[in-house]
Each structure stands twice: as C-alpha cells, then as structure tokens.
C-alpha cells in the first residue's frame, strides 16, 4: 500500500537555529505569533507529521504546512512576516526630516509663538494627521513649556553636600528639622455654595471668589517622624520667626540638638535672630542654596497641605482659616508619615551636570 499524502520537506535544525527557536517560544517578549510559528517548527523538527503538530498545538493543517514551508526554504527568516501589499509610502524621509528641522528650528509665518499641527501642515503642504504622527514618533511637543531655574549660589555644591549629609545620614543624638513658612495663604470663599459631587457629575463650584485677609504658616517637619510643628503668624518679619524658634524650642526635648534646614530668606540672618541662636547654642541652622527651596522636604509637605486641604476649601475669616489648617495639621501629626530622601548629592550633582551640558549643547 502507497504512502498517503505528499512526502514532508525534510526539516533538520542546527543547535543555533534550536536555540534560537526555544527563545522565542517561551520569551514573554515575543510576539504570540513569532511564538506560534517557532513551536511549529519545533514540533516539525521531532519527526512529527504535519497533523500530528495539528492536534497538538491545536492550529489549521494549512497553517503547519505553510511554516514548514517557510522554515526549509529560508530557514529563520522564513518566519518573519512578509511585506504587506498596500498603497506606496508618500511621506518620504526627506518629508520627515523637514517637519522635524522646521519645529526645532523655525518659527511659525504667521508670528504665532508655538507651531500647532494646523499651521504647520499649512507650511509644510501635508495634512494635520501625517505632522500629528511625526510629532509623536519623534516626541516633539510645541505646545509644551516647561520651567527650569539654576542656582546662581557660589556655594551651591557645599550647601547640597551639607542638606543631603543630614537627610541621608542624621546625627544619633539630633533632631534634623526642616523650616519654612507658606506666606500668603489665602481665606478664599466662593461666591456660592460648592455642589456635591453626583453620579456622572464631578463637584461644581463658581469660578470667582471673595478674599477675606491672608496670613501666613510656620512649619518645621521632622525628617525622622513626620511629625510637623506648625504656628500661624499674620505677617512673617523676623519677630514672628523668632517666635517660631521658640516654639521649636519649646516643642522638643531640651538634651537634643536641633539641625533646622532653611532658606536664604533674609529675615533669618537678621542681627536679633543671630543673637537669640548664640544664646541657644543646640540651634543650628543649614541654608539651602539660593533658588534652591526643592531641597527642604518641607516644601513636600507643603505641597500635601494644598493638594489634600486649601485648594478645595472656602473659608469666610482669616480666623477660620487658620482653625481648619490647625485641625488638618493635628490630624496628619495623628498619623504621620516621613518623606525619605533617596538621592545623594553625587547623584543630584551629576544629574546638574549632566542637564547643563545638554542645554548647552543643543544650540537652540
């Protein structure tokens, strides 16, 4: 009795093409069907017949005997998918080339200050969608600024060596407290009631608003716990940062040392507040560089202070506004939670160094 079907084109794999094979049939990065087909094959390699591989790797006999086919007449690259028919690329490179060198290089005819995909499909004779695609291939984005400052502080590397040592590495017998005042805080109230927030409806409130007064918070934050003590003053000159110290001086036990990163401001440096801290010599005070307030951790807890209370409150008396900040205060201090700094002034300074180097060199 003859044999049934058309003999199988011999399939015999070198120990690179198995290895290859078995990479791609079990990575995770590989696409499923580049992990389909290298099964196939890899079935097809024990000697099994084409229906065998059918029933156990439960696909269509046409599509075992086309990637048998494939693989014994171009072997690996035989797997990959075949140029697609279709209409014929009309944005060239060069097309490319020209939307990318106008929006880094060139600005807008019509005296705009960004390009939007409008205008320069306009300039470049091609439509919103194919500039859309470039943008976002290449990650250009014209309608974005972002804002950047450097420090023009002569000691900038000592002062960050000296924030971060205390973050990263605190005194054993020291509290490390970081000190700073939100100025300005205004007791805003809405011209009408907030509505509540309803099924598909977000919370509604008026856009204007009525001021009633502002006055100012003093906090520092404990970098070990958390825990922030906090006092309201309605000006901040420095008699009320005076006042502050001791109320620092007062809230924490008298046989630590006290580590308190500042700011530069001036009404820290002013000649009675440096005659109160030689009078109370467990002070000491560490200054950030100049525009460089992103090392004070407090400033983060300032940020949970705006996002979580005042950007959403109404408040009709500077009074009533300082009652609602001390109760949220009271209760964070209930659970607190430290803020952990991770990155070392290396790190930090590499990071700068590496930042200017960029801008300089991108000769925009």
Not at 162 to 171: K, R, T
């Amino acid at each position: 009795m003859g044999s049934r079907g058309p003999a199988l084109p011999q399939l015999v794999l070198s120990d690179v093409e198995r290895q290859t094979l078995e990479g791609w049939s079990r990575r995770r990065s590989t696409a499923q069907a580049l992990a389909l087909r290298a099964r196939i094959v890899l079935a097809c390699a024990e000697g099994l017949s084409n229906m065998d591989v059918v029933r156990q790797l439960r696909v269509s006999p046409p599509t075992v005997g086309k990637w048998r086919r494939r693989f014994v007449e171009h072997r690996l690259d035989g797997l990959a998918d075949e140029p697609r028919p279709g209409a014929a690329r009309t944005i060239t490179d060069e097309h490319v080339e020209r939307v990318i060198t106008a929006t880094l290089e060139q600005a807008p005819p019509n005296n705009d200050s960004h390009w939007s995909t409008r205008s320069m499909a306009t300039a470049m004779g091609m439509s919103q969608s194919a500039i859309s695609r470039i943008w976002r291939a290449f990650e250009l984005k014209p309608h974005l600024v972002q804002t950047w400052k450097l420090s023009t502080d002569p000691w900038f590397v000592d002062k960050v060596r000296d924030v971060v040592g205390l973050y990263l590495d605190p005194p054993a017998t020291a509290m490390v407290l970081c000190v700073d005042e939100k100025s300005g805080m205004q007791a805003l109230d809405r011209t009408a009631p907030t509505l509540p927030i309803m099924p598909t409806t977000p919370a509604r409130r008026t856009h204007d608003y009525v001021r009633h007064g502002t006055t100012s918070l003093f906090a520092a934050l404990d970098i070990a716990t958390g825990t922030v003590i906090s006092q309201h003053q309605r000006r901040h000159r420095h008699q009320e940062f005076l006042r502050f110290l001791k109320t620092i001086d007062a809230n924490t036990p008298p046989e630590l040392d006290l580590h308190l990163v500042c700011d530069n401001y001036a009404t820290y440096k002013t000649p009675e507040i440096k005659t109160w801290l030689i009078r109370h010599p467990r002070f000491h005070l560490h200054f950030t560089p100049t525009s460089g307030s992103w090392l004070n951790l407090v400033e983060r807890w300032f940020a949970e202070l705006t996002n979580r209370k005042l950007r959403r409150s109404a408040h009709r008396s500077i009074a009533e506004l300082e009652t609602d900040v001390n109760a949220w205060v009271a209760a964070w201090n209930d659970n607190p939670k430290p803020f952990v700094w991770t990155k070392t002034a290396d790190e930090i300074l590499d990071n700068l160094a590496r930042y200017c180097q960029r801008i300089n060199d991108s000769r925009h």
